[in-house]
């Protein structure tokens, strides 16, 4: 049982579906090893709720919120101040409440790229394939490319999602952007941010080009139920260190308790610690 005092400050995670999210239990773990008063509850929010939803948590007062799919992109019509990094993205997933001033972060793509490295993948001067062109993969590519990334290559159904993509990487980074595989060239980093493989669709795999994957590269899958996908599995078998999407999850959430509670975290630490927890968990 949460306990609260008049002075409780109230967090959550706005999106739909929601049911499965580890969010609350993430930031509740937080909350009480760093002894913030506060409490965090999910809610499903469909798309036509959003608005009414933003105008009513503003009213009650509240402190802040993630937001989930699908709207990081909407939300941002709501608040008063967007990092820069999250308007270069068009997305946000972390809104606070700052004094009635309603400030947005995106901390997706550090997320991600902080879990790489604290697994053991580094980033600069590497050659990165990316399979899917949606709205993680937009934060994932910015912040790849701000870490260093030698080149990122592109594959996916929309083409113009691709070049948005392409256009935002190469105006704000100098990282070099290819709209397609290249199936004579070298990858270091092979990443999924499709859907395919996820729970309960699980035999699904996204890579058509295995052949390419080996010893020595790292595969990555921004899902994390199920723990191995497909892709990850098939990749484990030809030699590949594989990491899952759970790692992003922790990380993105404890770069957004920062930004909820204005403190600073022992990163390795906290990530130890979470993915520990939730690796009993059939997430």
Known sequence: MIETTNKTKFFGILGTP??????????????KKTGMDMAYLAFDVQPEQLDETMRGVKAMGASGFNITAPHK??????????????????????????????????????????SLILEGCDIKNKNILMMGAGGSARSLCYKLAQNGAKSIS???RSMDKI?????????YTDTVFHDCI????????VINTTPVGMHPHEDGNPC????????????????????????????????????????????????AFEHFCDVALHHAEYYEELMSLFSQYRI
């Open 154 to 156: 592109m594959t996916s």
């Open 73 to 114: 992109i909407h939300v941002m019509q709501h608040l008063d101040d967007v990092s820069d990094d999250a308007v270069r993205m068009d997305s946000v997933n972390t809104i606070v409440n700052r004094n009635g001033v309603w400030h947005g972060f995106n901390t997706d793509g550090d997320g991600f790229c902080g």
């Open 182 to 189: 290249d199936l004579n060239a070298d990858y270091d980093i």
């Open 163 to 171: 070049h948005i993509i392409g256009d935002m990487v190469e105006t």
């Open 208 to 255: 058509t080009f295995m052949d390419k994957i080996g010893e020595g590269m790292c595969c990555c899958d921004i899902i994390y139920n199920p723990q191995k996908t497909v892709f990850l599995k098939e990749a484990e078998k030809r030699g590949a260190h594989i990491i899952n999407g759970l790692g992003m999850l922790v990380l993105q959430g404890i770069l």
């Open 18 to 31: 929601i049911a499965h999210t580890i969010s609350p239990a993430m930031h509740s773990y937080m909350a």
